[in-house]
Every structure is written in structure tokens, then in C-alpha cells.
């Protein structure tokens, strides 16, 4: 009978150091972000959206700032949110398309970088915690940084006199223009799906050091590329495009 005794007591000081032991790590956290994004499926539809195409080279990069504008006054950015875009200066040689009016040789193009995605765990979520905020800079799925010294058709639209800034009306939305007038798409769409697995995957962690990760939607699409290897000419001939305005040397 004593020795009974004992074996429980031993058995319940087991269960109770096992209950009040270290909790175990609680599992990463996956968290899916779904976003809206105009794409084109072809080259028609790429021209017919824009309102501006033309051809030319990036410049500098100028500057960064903050898309996400204050509800009340889009003059004054968000306090909230965070949409980076970086600013480059381009440089127009010729003018396919133009419904702006504008005939200006140099013009500067907003590119979507990255958006700070926040908000807060709840306990359940932390392994029976408080809740725990976070706040992670997610990369713009389809930022590619563009190439100096190099001929691109651009398939643009205009955000008006407030900004002054163009911007890509779809993706796809750039054409390299190589030797021998070859053209060649470039666009994340074309990337292999390993690739656009690891481009969409983003980790971080919360303010309690609970793991995130992150995941987008955009690259979920695909193009089929019928672009690449045609001639500047046969894509204009494609287009029915006959005018070219090209700027003096």
C-alpha cells in the first residue's frame, strides 16, 4: 500500500512539471495577402490599355516616396499606410502612342516597390500570449529595377498635373528593344514557377518574435510570350501603329 502511494505521488509530481514545464514553440505563422493588379494577356491588350507608349531609355533614379494617400487630402501621404514606389527619369525617343498631349522629352515614371503590410496576432495565434503586432515591408511582386543604357518600349498611363508622374498601366508592362531591333518581354510573369514560389514567400517576425510568413498572390498568373523575338517593325506592323513621333537628336 505504501509503496502504491509513493508510485503516485512520483506519477503526479511527473504530470505536474510536465504541465508547468517550457511551452512549446508555437508553429510559424502563415498570413495570405490577396491584391488586385491589372494584366494583359497580350500584346494588343497591352497597347490598346495604355494611354502613352513609347520608346526611350531610364535614367537616374530620382527618388522614393510614399503612393498611399491620406483619405481626405490625396496633396498629403498616409500616416497609416506605407506603399513605396521609386521614381526614375526616363528619356523619350519616340512616341507610339499618346493620348496625354504631352510631348515632352523627358518624363519620370513611378515603379511600385514595396507595401508595409501591419497588424496583430491574436493569443491564439502566439501560443496562448498577448496579442503581438507586427509590421513587415512586403517587396512589390513585379519590381524589376530597370537597366541604364538599355532601349525600352514602355506601355504607360498618366496620374495627371497633381503628380506629374507616369506609371505601368498593366502588367506586362516593358519590352527591351536589343540588337537588331529584337525585342524582348521582361516581366516577373515569366519567371519559372520555383522562382515565382520564392518571390512570393516573405518572412519576418512579430513584435513578440513569433515567425511570419507572408504570402502574395500576383505571380500566381502567367503570360504566354509572344513578344520576344519579333522585330520593333513586325510589333508595330501587329499594332496597325503607321505614325511615329521620333524626337530630334
Not at 511551452?23 to 490598346?48: C, N, T, V, W
Not at 522629352?105 to 496576432?121: M, V
Request: aromatic content about 10%; some cysteine.
Amino acid at each position: 500500500m505504501k509503496r502504491s502511494c509513493i508510485f503516485l505521488l512520483l506519477l503526479c509530481s511527473l504530470l505536474l512539471l510536465a504541465a508547468c514545464g517550457p511551452a512549446a514553440d508555437p508553429e510559424p505563422i502563415e498570413l495570405f495577402y490577396r491584391s488586385d493588379y491589372h494584366m494583359e494577356s497580350d500584346l494588343q491588350g497591352m497597347y490598346d490599355k495604355a494611354a502613352f507608349v513609347v520608346i526611350g531609355q531610364f535614367g537616374e533614379f530620382q527618388s522614393s516616396w510614399n503612393m498611399a494617400r491620406d483619405l481626405n487630402d490625396s496633396t498629403k501621404e498616409s500616416t497609416e499606410r506605407r506603399r513605396d514606389g521609386h521614381i526614375y527619369e526616363f528619356n523619350v525617343e519616340q512616341i507610339i502612342k499618346n493620348e496625354t498631349d504631352d510631348l515632352r522629352q523627358s518624363i519620370e515614371i513611378n515603379l511600385p516597390y514595396s507595401e508595409t503590410k501591419t497588424g496583430i496576432l491574436p493569443p491564439e495565434q502566439t501560443g496562448g500570449k498577448k496579442e503581438s503586432s507586427y509590421s513587415l515591408e512586403i517587396p512589390e511582386d513585379f519590381y524589376m529595377q530597370p537597366k541604364q543604357n538599355t532601349r525600352y518600349m514602355l506601355f504607360l498611363s498618366y496620374t495627371g498635373q497633381a503628380f506629374d508622374l507616369y506609371y505601368p498601366t498593366a502588367e506586362p508592362y516593358r519590352i527591351r528593344i536589343g540588337e537588331g531591333d529584337i525585342l524582348s518581354l521582361e516581366s516577373n510573369l515569366l519567371l519559372s514557377d520555383a522562382e515565382k514560389e520564392a518571390r512570393s514567400l516573405h518572412q519576418g517576425k512579430a513584435e513578440g518574435g513569433e515567425e511570419i510568413f507572408v504570402r502574395t498572390d500576383k505571380l500566381k498568373h502567367s503570360f504566354d510570350d509572344q513578344i520576344s523575338g519579333l522585330t520593333l517593325q513586325e510589333a508595330l506592323d501587329q499594332l496597325g501603329v503607321e505614325n511615329v513621333f521620333t524626337f530630334p537628336n
